[in-house]
């Protein structure tokens, strides 16, 4: 039977095929260190779910709660711009509850994508960014870019080479899967170009809150005038380590928000009303659960860094984000970064999330998570280091799986 349109446009999910055979190496007793999938494995603070817990015991909670959000959970996340980034929100008009930013990115591609439409999209990237436009009919117009001086020409480029012009540009600084961190001039430049180009906006600042040089990430929105063309995502996923509650938002341009809130009337009741009101809360909170849940990660960062070079293979320090993005080591940069974590699991027991998942031009990359305690962490540095030195030793015996099929 063929498949359905939307299904065919969809490449093979890459990551599977590390997930099946992780599964398969655990099935028969191995003890994979997972640092593939970015699932914080942090327990969510005690007030949090204290809160959820109290709330829950009201009966009242348990019907049908606002798909949007409601309002206490809608005034918390504009009182958190507020303080976080000085940037003032209607909580009636410039802000919505998601289920998470992916659901928000990709219900939020569903309300404003004709098709055909072009998005300019960075490559590499969370893959919702761009395959939410192209599940909705979307063109993706692929940018190979960093946050510096090059990025304004490739979107002119990127403009001038597409019929119809672009409709979007999306932005995702902290970068995952890269880490690339934007500065407020690289936000004022690419603001300024969108309004002079009659362009969209779509920021996902997902990791604003894990950073690790006493830099703060900024918010696009902090841009004056940013507010006519930009929507900014937002995640308590890991600010909170709170994956899954599945909670979100995205806030910004009045008109973008009122689609988005219209699609999601169709699709949804939004979460539950307890978690809305503990996820309140959190954001309510003096911000210690937020230092901690930093400070973890900024450990696990450098114990990777440091034990990974160690066991030979060299990491650039990440300044944000809960991922470093890994070079492949030269040795076996020729494989690509899917066989190359193939063989990270069999002859070493530690999974990663191959670059070519997100995108063409992260497959001389994989992405390493920060989601294994630092005992784990230096645990899949020794391994690795064992396989890094039996390969030097007999390169011959180091095959990549797809040879065996």
Same mark, same amino acid.
């Given at each position: 039977m063929e498949e359905f349109h939307k299904v065919r446009r969809l490449p093979p999910y890459v990551f599977e095929q590390v997930n099946r055979l992780k599964a398969s190496a655990r099935s028969q007793g191995a003890d994979i260190i997972d640092l593939g999938m970015g699932n914080p494995d942090l327990p969510t603070p005690k007030a949090i779910v204290d809160k959820l817990c109290e709330v829950v015991r009201d009966p009242r909670t348990h019907r049908y709660s606002s798909s949007r959000?409601? #309002?206490?959970?809608?005034?918390?996340?504009?009182?958190?711009? *507020?303080? !976080?980034?000085?940037?003032?929100?209607?909580?009636?008009?410039?802000? +919505?509850?998601?289920?998470?930013?992916?659901?928000?990115?990709?219900?939020?591609?569903?309300?404003?994508?004709?098709?055909?439409?072009?998005?300019?999209c960075p490559n590499p990237t969370y893959p919702i960014h761009a395959f939410g436009f192209i599940m909705s009919g979307g063109v993706i117009r692929s940018l190979q870019v960093e946050p510096d001086d090059g990025f304004i020409p490739a979107v002119e480029r990127g403009i001038r080479h597409s019929i119809p012009k672009p409709l979007a540009l999306i932005l995702n600084y902290p970068s995952n899967p890269t880490a690339l961190v934007a500065s407020l001039d690289f936000y004022k430049d690419v603001v300024a170009f969108a309004k002079k180009n009659d362009i969209i906006i779509l920021s996902d600042l997902a990791y604003s809150e894990i950073y690790f040089d006493g830099n703060p990430p900024p918010s696009v929105l902090?841009? #004056?005038?940013?507010?006519?063309?930009?929507?900014?995502?937002?995640?308590?996923?890991?600010?909170f380590s709170m994956p899954g509650w599945r909670m979100g938002f995205a806030v910004g341009n009045e008109r973008l928000i009122s689609a988005l809130t219209r699609v999601k009337s169709y699709l949804d009741y939004g979460a539950f009303t307890p978690i809305q009101v503990a996820a309140a809360h959190a954001l309510n909170g003096d911000g210690a659960d937020i230092e901690e849940v930093r400070e973890v990660y900024h450990k696990r960062r450098d114990v990777v860094v440091d034990s990974f070079s160690r066991a030979g293979w060299t990491i650039p320090a990440p300044a944000?984000?809960?991922? =470093?993005?890994? #070079?492949?080591?030269? *040795?076996?940069?020729?494989?690509?970064?899917?066989?190359?974590?193939?063989?990270?699991?069999?002859?070493?027991?530690?999974?990663?999330? #191959?670059?070519?998942?997100?995108?063409?031009?992260?497959?001389?990359?994989?992405?390493?998570?920060?989601?294994?305690?630092?005992? !784990?962490?230096?645990?899949?540095?020794?391994?690795?280091?064992?396989?890094?030195?039996?390969?030097?030793?007999?390169?011959?015996?180091? +095959?990549?799986?797809? =040879?065996?099929?």
């Open positions: 959000g409601i #309002p206490g959970l809608r005034r918390a996340q504009a009182a958190y711009y *507020q303080r !976080r980034f000085g940037v003032k929100l209607n909580p009636d008009t410039q802000v +919505v509850a998601t289920l998470g930013s992916k659901e928000g990115f990709a219900n939020m591609a569903q309300a404003i994508t004709a098709p055909g439409d072009v998005i300019l902090q841009v #004056p005038g940013a507010m006519d063309v930009c929507v900014e995502f937002t995640s308590m996923s890991k600010t944000a984000s809960m991922f =470093a993005w890994a #070079p492949i080591p030269e *040795q076996f940069r020729h494989l690509g970064s899917l066989e190359f974590s193939k063989l990270l699991i069999e002859h070493a027991d530690v999974a990663v999330a #191959p670059g070519i998942g997100f995108g063409e031009h992260g497959d001389d990359y994989v992405r390493v998570a920060l989601v294994e305690n630092e005992h !784990r962490i230096r645990q899949a540095a020794r391994n690795i280091k064992k396989f890094l030195a039996t390969t030097a030793k007999q390169p011959n015996n180091v +095959v990549p799986l797809a =040879a065996h099929r």
